[in-house]
């Protein structure tokens, strides 16, 4: 049983950053793992944010280009989400997940997310 489990959230400002961490486990698992970040606001669906595959590729929403990075630290087994220059829009739930791609449905293990909220 793979399990995933979110920290970091918060309250922040507009132009705040925020720093979520996804650890992975069992640890054995990490190496050979993509990662994606996903959220939902409240009366939206959930959607993607960032991704990273086992070897260190990156996918982004267009929404957070340049604003996010999604990181991996192997030695940790976990899986890092910077964000700046935060806005009210990224207010959400923040959920970790293992799996690849745009599509959230091809997305499984998922944490039990981490809330975060930006005032203006």
């Known amino acids: 049983q793979v399990r995933l489990v979110e920290s970091g959230g918060g309250s922040v400002q507009a132009g705040g950053s925020l720093r979520l961490s996804c650890e992975v486990s069992p640890g054995y698992m990490f190496s050979v793992t993509a990662v994606g970040w996903h959220r939902q606001a409240l009366g939206k669906q959930r959607e993607l944010v960032a991704a990273i595959s086992s070897g260190g590729r990156t996918n982004y929403a267009d929404s957070v280009k340049g604003r996010f990075t999604i990181s991996r630290d192997n030695a940790k087994n976990t899986v890092f989400l910077q964000m700046n220059s935060l806005k009210p829009e990224d207010t959400a739930v923040y959920y970790c997940?293992?799996?690849?791609?745009?599509?959230?449905?091809?997305?499984?293990?998922w944490g039990q997310g981490t809330q975060v909220t930006v005032s203006s």
């Open positions: 997940a293992r799996g690849w791609g745009r599509e959230t449905r091809a997305y499984v293990d």
